[in-house]
RNA sequence: GCCCCUGUAGCUCAAUGGACAGAGCACCAGCCUUCUAAGCUGUUGGUUGAGGGUUCGAAUCCCCCCAGGGGCGCCA
């Protein structure tokens, strides 16, 4: 239609794209004219004002184009075509499809595309603190919002358990707490001795000898040692396991370190036997002149080392490993993404160039997802052997206790249990939210107050919404969920939303092509935001009907969006709190 | 020296190249006989680090500076 337009005005033939109209209290679509007027500046040689020219033509096309079926309204605004759809319908489609789809409503078709997200990554024998957070908050999140979006995901984790760190805790343990045996607190307790080790061998550096002697002890597969290494290894892994069953995440598949030495060491040879790894021992280590390879003039990838000079394997090599195996436990793997910290990039693209040079064409469907880190205040990095971390467990239990005391104020008629339930729902989630609602690229720096703040733009919000949600159901008894004609006018705060809940696959797609959880952290807030505005101007349960029923249907949309929104960011939504 | 990221309200952060750059915190003023006040309403707050360019239109794309952070042959 619109090209009958065109054609009849003599105008430029050019693309029309549709977008939805922001928000403005009657939803559709609409067309900006402004690139029309000036294509038509250009090939008729004119020196047009563009905007003034694009109303014009708005105003032309909004009486051409008459109201087509299924809209109400058709006006043009400030060089703009809106389109706006018949509410009463439409309104209706969405509570619909909300009803009837559940926990599905806002999945698109399942792609049939398998991608690893591989997060989290935690070193054996260390302390577990807010800045290994993020990786397993991002990685868990990401895999959830892909999984929603119709991907097969597979969940890895890559604990570091072996290195020099280890063999520093195994002295530590050997010399000093032989025998001992792990507290509650597994992690804790092994993070303790780690940073024991370390301010020992700060004190007194003559103890590197006796370091270097028990890894090659190690090295030489000493039955003691490892034995050692076997038992203490798995005290820390079911600490692990503890705290990712508190975080609610969960891992299909684990790499460890200590598996890709050998198969590491074996590509390393075949790199060197394909001349692409320059092998310098025993003066200098095996390393990948890439730009070389390449022939590439400037440097780009520069130099990755695979192999110490004394034969010994490091990251590089057991990563060159971890690719390859990636893809032959799973072969029609899409993709294979790697959530690490921003401080690796070059070193994964340098280790998936080497694979593709050496024909591993797979290693094209590697990529890093990279994120900033977790800071504190002035700047200070976490760091176990520095001693500036905030321990997770401390941060849980506090947050848990706080938000105990907020649940005892309020609701003290609830049973312990719920109530100890709900304060877990709340601490955990406010910890995990400021998470995800942060750009991947920007650093989060940890303040004790703003981590335990359950007011604003929180996850508390979100979920406190939920509640209130439930509450008038509960109170409302048998509702019928079949939602009516919607027979009167709706309120501006009935119709803001409704277009949220409407807009919430697409924001789910685009979180999933994005890698970002910010999305959706946004996108729950803005529904609870919403939600309290409708809360406080529309009252359900006092109206007749019709208003009555219709508002309880969308009472109860609204509730399945915000549950949905929350299972995607791994947020327990509570009963009541 | 080369490469990457960041710079938006006092603070922490948003904003598919498009309609008046928006939230939270903080500050101030209000709202609980009514579905839970972990809530709501209102007020205050901006040369989007600087300067060029592309475009009908730039916080967003390009160039060049400035500031901060990170990475760059045997750490992980």
Redesign the pocket.
């Known amino acids: 239609m619109i090209k009958n337009f065109t054609g009849q005005h003599e105008l430029p033939d050019i693309s029309i794209q549709w977008?939805w109209?922001?928000f403005?209290g009657h939803w559709g679509i609409?067309t900006?004219l402004?690139?029309l007027?000036?294509a038509e500046?250009?090939q008729k040689q004119l020196k047009l004002n563009?905007?003034a020219r694009?109303n014009e033509l708005a105003i032309q096309l909004a009486e051409f184009i008459g109201i087509p079926s299924g809209f109400e309204k058709v006006e043009p605004?400030?060089?703009?075509l809106?389109l706006y759809f018949s509410q009463a319908e439409y309104a209706r489609r969405v509570l619909v499809e909300v009803l009837e789809k559940k926990a599905d409503f806002g999945r698109p078709d399942r792609k049939n595309e398998k991608i690893m997200v591989e997060f989290s990554q935690p070193?054996t024998h260390k302390a577990f603190h807010v800045g290994h957070l993020r990786s397993a908050i991002l990685g868990d999140t990401l895999a959830r919002i892909m999984d929603f979006a119709g991907y097969d995901v597979v969940r890895a984790n890559y604990p570091?358990d072996m290195?020099?760190h280890v063999i520093k805790w195994l002295w530590c343990y050997q010399k000093f707490h032989a025998g001992e045996l792990p507290d509650k607190n597994i992690t804790q307790w092994m993070g303790k001795i780690y940073a024991e080790a370390n301010g020992k061998l700060e004190a007194n550096p003559d103890l590197e000898a006796e370091i270097r002697a028990l890894y090659k002890r190690w090295d030489q597969r000493d039955p003691e040692i490892v034995k050692l290494w076997e038992d203490t290894r798995e005290w820390s892994l079911q600490g692990f396991y503890q705290i990712y069953d508190t975080l609610n995440i969960h891992f299909d598949v684990y790499y460890f370190?200590s598996q890709m030495e050998k198969p590491g060491k074996e590509i390393v040879q075949e790199l060197i036997d394909k001349n692409i790894a320059t092998d310098?021992r025993p003066?200098?280590?095996v390393?990948v002149?890439i730009d070389d390879v390449l022939g590439l003039k400037k440097?780009q990838y520069?130099?990755l080392?695979v192999l110490?000079?004394?034969g010994t394997a490091?990251?590089?090599t057991e990563d060159l490993a971890l690719v390859k195996q990636k893809f032959n436990d799973y072969p029609d793997l899409k993709k294979s993404l790697y959530i690490v910290d921003?401080?690796?990039?070059?070193?994964f693209t340098q280790v998936f160039k080497t694979m593709e040079i050496a024909g591993y064409n797979w290693a094209k469907q590697c990529e890093h997802v990279p994120y900033?880190l977790v800071s504190l205040p002035g700047?200070v990095?976490m760091a176990s052997r520095e001693g500036t971390v905030v321990l997770l467990e401390d941060l849980i239990s506090e947050a848990t206790k706080r938000?105990y005391e907020?649940?005892q104020e309020?609701?003290p008629d609830l049973g312990e249990d719920q109530k100890w339930a709900?304060a877990r729902a709340?601490g955990i989630g406010a910890i995990k939210y400021p998470m995800q609602?942060?750009?991947n690229?920007?650093?989060?720096?940890f303040h004790w107050e703003s981590a335990l703040?359950?007011?604003?733009?929180a996850a508390?919000?979100i979920q406190?919404a939920y509640?209130?949600c439930g509450?008038?159901l509960k109170?409302a008894g048998n509702i019928d969920i079949n939602p009516p004609e919607i027979s009167y006018e709706l309120s501006p705060q009935e119709i803001q939303l409704i277009d949220l809940i409407s807009r919430f696959s697409r924001e789910v797609e685009r979180a999933a092509s994005e890698y970002r959880t910010?999305?959706i952290a946004?996108f729950a807030?803005e529904m609870a935001?919403t939600f309290?505005?409708f809360?406080?101007h529309?009252?359900?349960?006092?109206e007749g009907e019709p208003i009555r029923s219709t508002r309880l249907n969308l009472v109860m949309a609204t509730r399945q969006v915000l549950k949905n929104n929350l299972t995607l960011l791994g947020i327990t939504a509570p009963e009541?709190?």
Do not use: W
Request: aromatic letters at 8%; a positive charge.
């Open positions: 977008n109209i922001p403005s609409s900006s402004f690139s007027a000036a500046a250009r563009v905007p694009a605004v400030n060089g703009y809106n070193n570091g290195g020099l370190n310098e003066d200098g280590a390393i002149k440097e520069r130099v080392v110490r000079s004394d490091l990251y590089a921003v401080r690796q990039s070059l070193h900033e700047n990095v938000a907020v649940v309020k609701n709900t709340v609602a942060r750009e690229t920007k650093v989060v720096t703040d359950f007011n604003g733009q508390p919000y406190y509640v209130r509450s008038i109170k910010i999305q946004n807030y935001k309290n505005n809360y406080t529309c009252p359900v349960l006092s009541a709190m």
